[in-house]
T-cell receptor, first 112, second 116 residues
Framework: DSGVTQTPKHLITATGQRVTLRCSPRSGDLSVYWYQQSLDQGLQFLIQYYNGEERAKGNILERFSAQQFPDLHSELNLSSLELGDSALYFC???????????FGNGTRLTVT | AQTVTQSQPEMSVQEAETVTLSCTYDTSESDYYLFWYKQPPSRQMILVIRQEAYKQQNATENRFSVNFQKAAKSFSLKISDSQLGDAAMYFCAYRRRKAGANNLFFGTGTRLTVIP
């Protein structure tokens, strides 16, 4: 158990809809990272937060947004969903810039 | 920009044998970290091993070891005495050693099959 909790585990929704994925980092970890893994692909970095502030953006679509709350949990909002958004979405956290990222078990999103 | 390349989409090894997975990376930074993550069929991302670029000694974790060649920007993973449970996707990853934007950059992965 990595200590990173992601909910829900699975999500099935229709095109055009909006969903929210939630992540609780490990206790004490200030940095949260979101990654997208499409079928049989590598992990693509979406966005990073540190103690509530956005630190870095990767290949995140404008239809996607995220935030980190004062209690350090984070949410990734995906709107106007398309079939191509179907993927496994991972959240990871770390305590400092030198420490490894610890990953949650992911949220599998299926857009039909 | 940092890039990580894994040129072997698939590899196979006989149980109890040794296999080496290749990884190269490109960066202009001098101080950084390199990682190997394992992703079994459960899709969890599991940290296998970590290497700090300023350390010349190659990292080792039980049956897993790396060959880190900084000048060549190469970071291969050696798995000794392969076990059935080692079957998974293996991802090489790079991370700069700086505060601020320090996300992991992943390679495309190598699928390892272990043959009984």
């Amino acid at each position: 158990d990595s200590g990173v909790t992601q909910t829900p585990k699975h999500l099935i929704t229709a095109t055009g809809q909006r969903v929210t994925l939630r992540c609780s980092p490990r206790s004490g970890d200030l940095s949260v990272y979101w990654y997208q893994q499409s079928l049989d692909q590598g992990l693509q970095f979406l966005i990073q937060y540190y103690n509530g502030e956005e630190r870095a953006k990767g290949n995140i679509l404008e239809r996607f947004s995220a935030q980190q709350f004062p209690d350090l949990h984070s949410e990734l909002n995906l709107s106007s969903l398309e079939l191509g958004d179907s993927a496994l979405y991972f959240c990871a956290s770390s305590v400092s810039e030198g420490s490894p990222l610890h990953f949650g078990n992911g949220t599998r999103l299926t857009v039909t | 920009a940092q890039t990580v390349t894994q040129s072997q989409p698939e590899m196979s090894v006989q149980e109890a044998e040794t296999v080496t997975l290749s990884c190269t990376y490109d960066t202009s930074e001098s101080d950084y970290y390199l990682f190997w993550y394992k992703q079994p069929p459960s899709r969890q991302m599991i940290l296998v091993i970590r290497q700090e670029a300023y350390k010349q000694q190659n990292a080792t974790e039980n049956r897993f070891s790396v060959n880190f060649q900084k000048a060549a920007k190469s970071f291969s993973l050696k798995i000794s005495d392969s076990q059935l449970g080692d079957a998974a996707m293996y991802f090489c990853a790079y991370r700069r050693r700086k505060a601020g934007a320090n996300n992991l950059f992943f390679g495309t992965g190598t699928r390892l099959t272990v043959i009984p």
